[in-house]
Each structure stands twice: as structure tokens, then as C-alpha cells.
């Protein structure tokens, strides 16, 4: 095989591994077996370790990790990345859309959104392909951490042509999904207990929730062990000089097409933010407790 037809076989590899990464991660709609996908993968693997000079920042085979990071430099946020407030009062709520209604003096759209708890991340695309990811940090300015978001599967490197903005920021919250935090803590368990520890020495040592393995991950220097902890994303804000839509609902819902892992529970209506306390008391029946405690409306 030459050095073009390297090229070829490398580009073909990308957007078939990348496609199917979107169907398993993002839309749970796999097409093909786990075996065949690892196959795809370790051809592109070996194709790229034939011919270096092919491989893109981009590629795949980045989502297996292996960068190591000694420090993430500082990055400017070129929107600053503000704190949400919150209440536990639907009175508040109400004197909330009181004050809105009285400051725009018209119909109000209120959409409500579930609240993740993980970290915080802003994503910047250019020209379709992600060029950086850095950390909320102080809201001005936090840690790039790119080599690490990229080993997360539902973060796309590429995304397919579409209507997006030349450049863009996607902002969201990195987490661990509860079955990958038990089986991290399951495994450490047993190495711990191999190693002679007792149980208190374990339970010191086992990792504490899932929002803070989160944040303790995105931050490790070791790209690879990043990748091995399985972690996620959900997307929930889009900021752009020019956005094709002029409503934040149905720039998610946009950003959804563009192959971005949004959540279908979100729902807009224009009435007085009562849709909202409406919204959170759904997922405060029992069955869904467990779910959510918390809605982002606005």
C-alpha cells in the first residue's frame, strides 16, 4: 500500500469509526458488533503507525488516549462562563418571571432543561472539526483540556457538513455515568484488597461520588487512563458571533442534528414560568427520584 492510498483507506477508516461512535454513543442505535468495530479501529491504528505523517489531530485512534499532559495551560474564556443561581421555592420562581415580565414588558418563553452535575466544559469548533475544550475554572479563564476530552466517545472530533456556524462554542458538563464510577470503585476494591488493606483503609481510598471522579479525571495527566474511565457528555448551550436560529430551544435542538449529545427532556412554552415548577415536580414522582433533583429554566 503506497502513501495515497494509505490516505484513502485512513479517511475512510475516520468517518466510518466516527459514524458508528455517533450511533452507539449518541443515538443508542449500534449497527455493527464490537468486534468489528475494534477491527476498523486497529487497522487505523496500524495504518497511522505506517504512515505518521497521515495521521490527524482529529483522528479516531485520540479517543484511545496516551498523551500525557505535565501542566494544562490557562485559556481566556471568549464568553465568560457564569454560575447558575438556584432556589428550592416555587414563590421564588414566580417572583423570578414577576421580574422578567416586568423588565421585557411582553411574552415570555421559558425552556426547561434537567440540571447535570459533573463539570462544567466549553467546546470550540472551527470549521466542524474541535479545536479546544477548556474547564469553567474562575468563569474567565480555566485549564485546557483538550488530549483529555477527546477521549470521551459522545464528544464529536468532526462533525459531518451541516449548517453549523463557522465557529462555534458548545458548552455542557462532563460526568461519570454510576455504572462506570461502581465498576472503577469494584476493580480498586480488589486491587486494594490483593494489596492487604483493611476495610476502613478501602473505604478512605475508594473514590467518594461520581461528580468529584469526575472532576479528578478530566484532570489527570495520563490521557489513556483518562479514556478508561468511561466518561460522558451532555450539551446544553450554544454561543457563536452568528447563530442560524434566534431561540436558544432550537439551537439545541439544531445542535442535536449537528451530532452533539443533547437531552430530550426539554420543553418551551410561552406562560409564566409555572411550566417550570410543572416540569421539576415531574421528576419528583418516586419512580424518578432517583433521576434528577434539579432543572435549569430560562
Not at 466517545?153 to 465557529?167: A, F, M, R, T
Not at 469526575?214 to 457563536?240: E, N
Not at 445542535?255 to 427532556?265: I, M, Q
Amino acid at each position: 500500500m503506497d502513501s495515497r492510498e494509505a490516505a484513502e483507506r485512513i479517511d475512510f477508516l475516520s468517518r466510518e469509526i466516527e459514524r458508528h461512535n455517533r450511533l452507539y454513543y449518541i443515538d443508542a442505535n449500534p449497527q455493527i458488533s464490537d468486534l468489528e468495530f475494534d477491527q476498523m479501529l486497529e487497522e487505523l491504528i496500524r495504518l497511522e503507525s505506517k504512515f505518521p505523517a497521515l495521521k490527524s489531530p482529529e483522528s479516531p485512534t485520540q479517543r484511545v488516549g496516551g498523551g500525557i499532559t505535565k501542566e494544562f495551560s490557562q485559556v481566556v474564556h471568549k464568553y465568560p462562563m457564569l454560575s447558575l443561581s438556584n432556589t428550592y421555592s416555587e414563590q421564588e420562581v414566580m417572583e423570578f418571571d414577576e421580574r422578567i415580565s416586568k423588565a421585557i414588558g411582553g411574552e415570555t418563553e421559558y425552556v426547561c432543561e434537567l440540571k447535570f452535575d459533573g463539570v462544567a466544559i466549553g467546546l470550540t469548533y472551527v470549521d466542524g472539526r474541535l479545536k479546544s475544550a477548556v474547564t469553567r475554572g474562575d468563569g474567565v479563564q480555566g485549564d485546557d483540556v483538550t488530549t483529555n476530552v477527546k477521549t470521551i466517545k459522545s464528544i464529536p472530533l468532526v462533525l459531518p457538513p451541516g449548517d453549523y456556524p463557522g465557529e462555534f462554542e458548545i458548552r455542557g458538563e462532563i460526568y461519570m455515568p454510576r455504572k462506570a464510577f461502581d465498576r472503577i470503585n469494584d476493580e480498586l476494591r480488589t486491587q486494594l484488597m490483593d494489596d492487604g488493606y483493611d476495610e476502613e483503609e478501602i473505604v478512605e481510598r475508594l473514590l467518594k461520588n461520581p461528580r468529584n471522579a469526575a472532576s479528578g479525571t478530566i484532570k489527570m495527566q495520563d490521557s489513556k487512563m483518562v479514556a478508561s474511565r468511561g466518561l460522558d457528555c451532555w450539551l446544553y448551550f450554544v454561543y457563536a458571533s452568528e447563530l442560524p436560529f434566534k431561540t436558544h430551544y432550537d439551537c439545541m435542538r439544531k445542535a442535536k442534528e449537528w451530532g452533539f449529545k443533547v437531552s430530550d427532556y426539554m420543553v418551551k412554552d410561552y406562560c409564566s414560568c409555572s411550566v417550570g415548577c410543572s416540569f421539576y415536580n415531574c421528576f419528583l414522582e418516586p419512580k424518578e427520584k432517583s433521576f434528577i433533583t434539579q432543572v435549569r429554566f430560562g
